[in-house]
């Protein structure tokens, strides 16, 4: 499918998560978005907020559990390689590893990558890879 080919070229999504999601989401337009998605997959923060305190809890764990599990792999996957390599072109992970822990920004990234592959397939998009910064 052209959809999963195009999914497959984002960094943490292999052909298994690219071909789960065109499986999964028959009309990506049908979330309003991105956060909608991620909502769908299980990604966001539960919150318990009252008297004008926000209160951020672990995820929600609502919706597909494969795909949530995929997209965490996927994003360890991707913390991995920038532990090894470096991350010159992710200053937002290299950042994010630097006062959490692994899995906390895993779970971030995942939540990331959740919002892109929707953003691709809503608007039939390419990935396109983040502007180097020049110092």
Do not use: C
Request: without cysteine.
């Amino acid at each position: 499918n052209a959809t999963s080919k195009r999914l497959d070229a984002i960094p943490g999504v292999g052909p298994a998560l690219a071909t789960a999601l065109v499986a999964s989401v028959a009309d990506a337009k049908a979330f309003r978005s991105g956060r909608d998605f991620s909502a769908w997959v299980g990604l966001v923060p539960k919150q318990n907020s009252s008297g004008g305190k926000d209160r951020l809890g672990s995820i929600s764990k609502q919706g597909d559990r494969y795909l949530r599990s995929l997209f965490t792999a996927g994003a360890l996957a991707v913390i991995r390689y920038a532990k090894i390599h470096g991350a010159r072109h992710r200053p937002w992970l290299t950042a994010l590893l630097a006062r959490r822990p692994t899995k906390v920004a895993a779970i971030a990234l995942a939540n990331k990558l959740a919002r892109m592959a929707w953003a691709m397939m809503a608007r039939n998009e390419r990935y396109r890879e983040p502007a180097a910064l020049t110092a």
